[in-house]
Structures are given as C-alpha cells and as structure tokens.
C-alpha cells in the first residue's frame, strides 16, 4: 500500500515499541517499499495480469526510479529529524517544487506566498544495491498553523503519491510499446508534458484500482524530446464510448461535431491560447480581462473544451463551489498558440471560417458534381483568396501550418543524395505557398539551391519567409502558373498540389513537370493516399472535402501511377509520412 493510504492517521508503532508521527511513518514505508522492489516485481503490481514473456520482455527496458509522497514537517530541523530516523541523509539538498506548490494553491484556494514547498530526492539502494530514491515533497507546517488542514485533506487523499518508471534508453519505439502494454493492462493516461530545462518527457497514468500496492499513480520518464508520443499519450486519455447510450446518442455525439470545430476556432481567434499557461491554471476572472471577454460565457466555452483535452479544469480543487473556476493549457491547446513553432492557428480559423461555410452546401456538390464552395462565393477558392489579401495570407499561413507535419521530407533519400552530390543541385517547389517546406529542406542540407514557382502575392510572402530563415540568398523566384514550371531543377516537389485537381487538370501538371525535368531529375509527390481496402484513413476525409471545396479529391496509389504514366513519368518508390500522408517518388519513364 502507498505510505498515504496505508498508515492510519493517528500513527503506527516500530518494533520497539516507540510510537511514531504519522509522515515518519509515512516516510518509512515509502522507503521500505523502494529498498524491496524492482521493475519485474513492481509492474504486477501496478497492472494485474501483466506476466510471463510480456512482462520479461517489458521489464528491461525500464528501471524502477523513485517513490514520491508529499510530507509536512513543522519547520527544517523537522524534516532532517524525520530522514534520520528513516535511514535517509538528513543533509539531503532541497530546492523549491513550482509543481507541487501551484497545485497544492489551485486545490485549496491559498496564495502561493503562504506555501513554502521544497522537494529533495535522498538516495535509496534497490534489492541488488540500484542508485534509487524517494522523492520527497515538503510542505511546512509551523504547530498551530492554519495549513493544518491541508495536511490532513493531503495524508488522506494522497494526491502526490506515485511511483516512477524511467526508461533505459530514449527509443521512440520502446517508448510506445510501453505505452501501449500500460494501456492493455488498464493504465489510464493521465497528462504528461516536456521540459525543455532537463531535455526530458514525462507521461502521467492512473493505474488500475485492482493493483495490489495501492498506488495509483505511474510517471514513466523518458530522456529526449518525444512530444509526437506525448500528443499521442495525451489525446489518447480516456472518453466515453460513443455508442454508449446507443444509436441515438451515437448519433447526437456526431451531429454536434460542428461545434467542436467552432469552439476551437473560437478559442483561436479569442486568442486565448496566448493568454493561458500551460503550467498553471489561471481564474476565469483574469482569463477574461485578458481576452476581453464575459466570464460566464467563457467558462462555458472552457469547459466544453476541457472535455477535448484543449484545456484542463483545476478539478482538484478545493470542494468550495463559490470558488473561482481556474484553467491551464494542454500540449493539445498549445499547439493554437500564435508564437508555437508548430503552431496550427492558421488551420483552425481557415476550417472554422471560409471551408466551415463551403460545407453547409456540401448537399449541392454531391447533387450537381459542383464545388459548394464555386457556388457560394462566385468563384474558385483560389480566386477568392487572391482578392483578398487577409484570406490570402491566412490560407498561405495554413498550409504552412501543414507542412510542418511533413518534417520527414527533407531526410528523404532523393534529397540526402542531391544534398551529397559535388556540384551544386537545386529542388524545384512547385507551388510552395510562402517557403516553409522549401525553408526546411534548405536549412537542414546548406548545399542545396532552392526555387519557388508561385502566384505573385506569394512569391513576396515567400522571399520574406525564406530571407528571415536565412537561406534566401540560395533561392530564385518564378512568378507565374504551372506552365511557367523552371527547367533545369534536379528534384522536383509537388507537395499537396495534385490533390486540389481533377485528373485532366493532374496530367496537364504532370507534363509540365515531364517537359521542365532532365533526364537524371526526380519529382517528389507529398499525398494522402485512400487505403485499397478501404479501411478508416485522414484521407477519406480529405477527400469529402477537396471534393466540396476545390472539386478535387485524394487518390489510391495506383491511380497516381497510372496519371504519372500518361505525362511520362513512372511511380519508383513511396514512403510513408506521419498523418498518413506518403511521399510518392517518380523519374521520367525509360
């Protein structure tokens, strides 16, 4: 049993007969407890029905590295009394928990200044003398002090209680098969986050309450920046099945999804994820004097979007319903940060403005084979934005939202070798919006040249974007349509382009590629590809709605091929990206 649940209130007695406080006692089992475990008889344990091979093949890639508990001694001398007494180097340096405080503050309505929190790690040897450690918290409670209820809300409720599991080496592989083995076997993820200070991730579970050592907290940490696993881990926490309540509620569930892409949009351009601190929670109150905003209204807004995961509630606090509602940012939520270098801003208020609207008509497109949005605008999207500079630059914006998620594309073997060639080889990006994908590739291989084919409007976007990442002295410019495609380019780059057309339209932009491509040159095509079996994917989803927007539409594999061939070119090879997105490699066809 963890040290806060296990031992009673009013105390326990050693071995010789010496009554002793009740965090001593604390302290004690905590350290009895890391002093007699190891990973293979701890995850058990943790998660029922965890054993045999599974278990033998977990075990070692994972050390247990701590149990932590929260303690209130009256004042230091206190403290180094009670890790004496437990075997524990009394001269163990501390330093002040931010954490803990802020969360202690948020639980009970207290102000930060009342709180004097320290956390310290005094070492413990494992069964086989492993460098382990409990991992103290320590609340001062000075005798008589009004903190003294906190103390008992903490001993009883042990919020701070859990144990640590810490990866042996940071491998993103071993990183989500143990997640995934955690989740088979009831582990609830339960937050998580990066620090940047330690270059280190850390993903929280609730364990199983069957679990036989009582506690139910797990911290799996991991050297290195994993934050892909980590948004995973986070968007993976627990939901209500949609079919809970049966068809009707499954289908409620669904034709409430509008709002969801409204309260996100909102969120955005309410420009709260800028406003809140995904560290602490901050009131309601505050929240709106920042944003402007009526405080009832925006605790509605906040709440349906704590059940996305956008925002966490501070549901921990103290049971006091006159008591302000406080609020923190999720790595989900931050990803709508303006200053995020990843940021999807620009993606939000596009689905949540000029594409939401094009989808009330979706009825006309599948009727008349018509974009919805050609008939409610007048006009082609392309068209519309360009008239309009804002909607220009934030669809420019968008997609450059977009191709962060293509990280991948620079480490592709067409690009390393162009990188590596002995002279000089430039890649061709045909239609590249504003220059963040060119920029990447760029940046990370300094002997390429670059050159962009784009409207005008973006061109300008583009030379500012690229001048300011530093490598626009390596880039020309081609102002113009797919039929002013630059000749002479080594590596060609389509990305997200095809998709935005139909196949006459496609062919007609394959050939241009054929005509402008030496013989040696490669062209990389950036799709979703529609699975064969037609199985659940992002890109059916794409596909409804190039279809409704720009009268496009995603494709299978084979029917890029069979496009490529008809301009000349031949399919060679396709690698997967993340968000299942591929990059389809063609040449010239021999």
Not at 106 to 131: F, K, N, S, T, W
Not at 138 to 146: E, F, N, Q
Not at 410 to 418: E, G, K, R
Not at 502 to 521: G, K, S, T, Y
């Amino acid at each position: 049993m963890p040290p806060d649940a296990s031992t009673p209130p009013d105390g326990t007695t050693s071995a010789d007969g010496t009554v002793l406080p009740d965090d001593t006692a604390r302290l004690r089992a905590a350290v009895a407890f890391v002093r007699d475990h190891d990973t293979a008889t701890l995850l058990p344990l943790l998660l029922p029905g965890l054993c045999g091979p599974e278990l033998e093949s977990l075990a070692p890639h994972c050390r247990f590295a701590h149990a932590g508990l929260l303690l209130f001694p009256t004042d230091a001398q206190d403290l180094r009394r009670r890790l004496a007494d437990c075997g524990l180097a009394a001269d163990t340096p501390s330093q002040p928990s931010v954490v803990v405080r802020e969360r202690l503050a948020r639980r009970h309505g207290r102000d930060l200044a009342d709180l004097d929190v320290r956390i310290l790690r005094p070492r413990v040897q494992g069964p086989a003398g492993e460098r382990r450690a409990v991992e103290v918290f320590a609340l001062t409670v000075p005798a008589d002090s009004d903190l003294e209820a906190i103390a008992a809300h903490e001993r009883a409720r042990g919020h701070e209680a859990h144990l640590a599991l810490e990866l042996e080496h940071p491998d993103p592989l071993v990183l989500r098969g143990l997640c995934a083995v955690l989740a088979r076997h009831g582990a609830r993820p339960d937050g998580g986050g990066y620090n940047p200070h330690e270059d280190g991730t850390v993903l929280y579970f609730t364990t199983p309450a069957a679990g036989a050592c009582g506690y139910r907290r797990l911290e799996l940490y991991t050297p290195g920046d994993h934050r892909d696993a980590l948004r995973d881990h986070l968007c993976a926490q627990p939901r209500e099945r949609p079919d809970a309540g049966g068809p009707a509620e499954t289908l409620l569930r669904l034709l409430t999804g509008a709002w969801t892409t409204q309260a996100l949009a909102a969120f955005a351009r309410l420009g709260l994820p800028d406003a809140m601190d995904p560290y602490a929670a901050t009131g309601i109150r505050e929240l709106a004097r920042r944003t402007g905003t009526r405080p009832e209204n925006l605790a509605t807004l906040l709440r349906y979007l704590s059940m996305l995961d956008v925002v966490a509630g501070d549901t921990d606090r103290a049971e006091d319903t006159d008591q302000e509602e406080s609020f923190r940012l999720t790595p989900l939520g931050a990803l709508l940060r303006s200053d995020s270098p990843d940021t999807m801003r620009p993606l939000a208020l596009m689905y949540g403005g000029p594409f939401y609207g094009s989808f009330a008509a979706l009825d006309h497109t599948v009727r008349t084979g018509q974009p919805a949005f050609d008939h409610l605008f007048g006009e082609n999207h392309f068209d519309h934005f360009a008239r309009d500079p804002e909607l220009a630059d934030l669809f420019d914006r968008s997609m450059a939202a977009s191709s962060r998620m293509f990280q991948p594309l620079p480490d592709h073997p067409v690009i390393t070798a162009a990188a590596r060639a002995s002279a000089p080889r430039t890649v061709v990006d045909v239609a590249g919006g504003n220059g963040e994908l060119l920029g990447r590739i760029l940046t990370a291989h300094p002997g390429l040249r670059g050159t962009l084919l784009e409207r005008p409007h973006a061109v300008e976007a583009a030379r500012r974007s690229l001048d300011a990442a530093g490598c626009g002295d390596r880039c020309a410019y081609r102002s113009g349509d797919f039929a002013d495609m630059p000749s002479g380019g080594d590596v060609y780059v389509l990305s997200r382009i095809l998709h935005d057309w139909d196949d006459d339209r496609c062919r007609e932009i394959l050939r241009h590629c054929a005509r402008a491509m030496p013989d040696h040159a490669d062209l990389l095509i950036v799709e979703r590809l529609l699975p064969a079996d037609g199985s659940p994917s992002l890109a059916t989803a794409w596909d409804l709605h190039m279809m409704c927007n720009v009268g496009g539409r995603e494709r299978r594999a084979e029917h890029y091929a069979r496009l490529l061939a008809d301009a000349g070119l031949e399919l060679v090879g396709r690698t997967p990206l993340p968000l299942e997105a591929y990059v389809l490699h063609a040449r010239k066809a021999r």
